[in-house]
T-cell receptor, first 111, second 110 residues
């Protein structure tokens, strides 16, 4: 039972345009959400997070939106750059030590 | 900068061998984790540890064990490696919510 789902395995976007990566979850007990970026042959690196008491968090070109009623979060990257090409994982936490990760979305930014 | 290091980037072992994967973090984090990453399955938690000598099973602990004798070091042990344990293994540490990952070990079991 996949509690955190990233339904798009891949996404291609032109440089300079907006990239929108989506994540759906089923467990209403999740109260903290994170996005990680992973380049090939490297470990994931933390990108941005959001608490369930907020609906938006922004950090430079990256914004995460949380829609609790829809159990949906999204990561917006504006403007997209070729260096953003990577696999993006969303993860959810319910206040325990355990994180549930999605299956990842491979973003390709075309120059 | 937080640093999480893993003992090997690439490892090739034979079926039935005992395999040790080592992870060291330098930020005095309480929590440490072992995941495996497989295509289409994302990151799946094998074990985590919230203190020295303390461990909890994750989602897929079968065939694995762990050891945490010192705060900075968390070891994953494959008691008898099998071909279905061929995977990318990622170690992470955390203080609160944000996890810091090592570079990963690509293990191939022949």
């Amino acid at each position: 039972d996949q509690q955190v789902k990233q339904n798009s395995p891949s996404l291609s976007v032109q440089e300079g345009r907006i990239s929108i990566l989506n994540c759906d979850y089923t467990n209403s007990m999740f109260d903290y959400f994170l996005w990680y970026k992973k380049y090939p042959a490297e470990g994931p690196t933390f990108l941005i997070s959001i608490s369930s008491i907020k609906d938006k968090n922004e950090d430079g070109r990256f914004t995460v939106f949380l829609n609790k009623s829809a159990k949906h979060l999204s990561l917006h990257i504006v403007p997209s750059q070729p260096g953003d090409s990577a696999v993006y994982f969303c993860a959810a936490n319910s206040g325990t030590y355990k994180y549930i990760f999605g299956t990842g979305t491979r973003l390709k930014v075309l120059a | 900068d937080v640093k999480v290091t893993q003992s090997s980037r690439y490892l090739v072992k034979r079926t039935g061998e005992k395999v040790f994967l080592e992870c060291v973090q330098d930020m005095d984090h309480e929590n440490m984790f072992w995941y495996r990453q497989d295509p289409g399955l994302g990151l799946r938690l094998i074990y985590f540890s919230y203190d020295v000598k303390m461990k909890e099973k994750g989602d897929i602990p079968e065939g694995y064990s762990v050891s945490r004798e010192k705060k900075e070091r968390f070891s994953l042990i494959l008691e008898s490696a099998s071909t279905n344990q061929t995977s990318m293994y990622l170690c992470a540490s955390s203080l609160q919510y944000e996890q810091f990952f090592g570079p990963g070990t690509r293990l191939t079991v022949l």
